[in-house]
């Protein structure tokens, strides 16, 4: 996940920060679930951004220049209040489901720190296909990211989105 620091902040003002972050693909549409910690930095930044704005990065099993990879962008709701929450108890098994150490952390009455949930909704997709100029590389219209197929051949987000657009282009 990449955000930028607040423009208050006393010393990096504007400034780019980026670490990897959990997160689950738990919405039909393509938005992913967070589990929102506002003692990290990342939460922080969401939160004095006017539009809660973040970048997270995707790829297909392991990074590298030979295969497929997709920078999502857009903005984060956080849901403060648990029991407003959408979908709760699904968002959860999900969320579990993907991250089994998160049970530790999860929104509730007895986690270490607070938490809440949290919906990463990209407004934006950047693809890149690969290495050399046999990929496909640059954006991808959001409603093909979003009626992407999930799950399909246990392919990643990165390799959803490039089975979709290399179907679509035959």
Same mark, same amino acid.
Do not use: K
């Given at each position: 996940?990449?955000?930028?620091?607040?423009? /208050?902040?006393?010393?990096?003002?504007?400034?780019?920060?980026?670490?990897?972050?959990?997160?689950?693909?738990?919405?039909?549409?393509?938005?992913?679930?967070?589990?929102?910690?506002?003692?990290?930095?990342?939460?922080?930044?969401?939160?004095?951004?006017?539009?809660?704005?973040?970048?997270?990065?995707?790829?297909? =099993?392991?990074?590298?220049?030979?295969?497929?990879?997709?920078?999502?962008?857009?903005?984060?709701? &956080?849901?403060? &209040?648990?029991? =407003?929450?959408? /979908?709760?108890?699904?968002?959860?098994?999900?969320?579990?489901?993907?991250?089994? =150490?998160?049970?530790?952390?999860?929104?509730?009455?007895?986690?270490?720190?607070?938490?809440?949930?949290?919906?990463? /909704?990209?407004?934006? &997709?950047?693809?890149?296909?690969?290495?050399? /100029?046999?990929?496909?590389?640059?954006?991808?219209?959001?409603?093909?990211?979003?009626?992407?197929?999930? =799950? &399909?051949?246990?392919?990643?987000?990165?390799?959803?989105?490039?089975?979709?657009?290399?179907?679509?282009?035959?």
């Amino acid at each position: 996940m990449a955000t930028v620091y607040p423009r /208050d902040h006393a010393t990096l003002a504007g400034e780019p920060f980026a670490l990897q972050e959990y997160y689950a693909s738990c919405h039909a549409n393509g938005s992913l679930t967070l589990l929102f910690l506002p003692i990290s930095r990342h939460s922080q930044n969401v939160l004095h951004s006017p539009a809660h704005a973040a970048s997270i990065s995707i790829w297909s =099993d392991r990074p590298a220049a030979s295969r497929p990879r997709v920078s999502l962008i857009g903005n984060v709701t &956080v849901f403060s &209040v648990l029991s =407003d929450t959408p /979908d709760l108890a699904n968002i959860q098994a999900c969320y579990i489901a993907h991250h089994p =150490d998160a049970r530790w952390w999860l929104p509730g009455p007895r986690e270490p720190h607070v938490a809440y949930w949290a919906r990463f /909704d990209p407004h934006t &997709v950047y693809f890149v296909g690969g290495f050399g /100029d046999e990929h496909y590389i640059g954006y991808i219209p959001l409603e093909m990211y979003q009626t992407a197929r999930p =799950d &399909v051949g246990g392919l990643s987000v990165a390799g959803r989105v490039l089975l979709d657009q290399q179907r679509s282009m035959q």
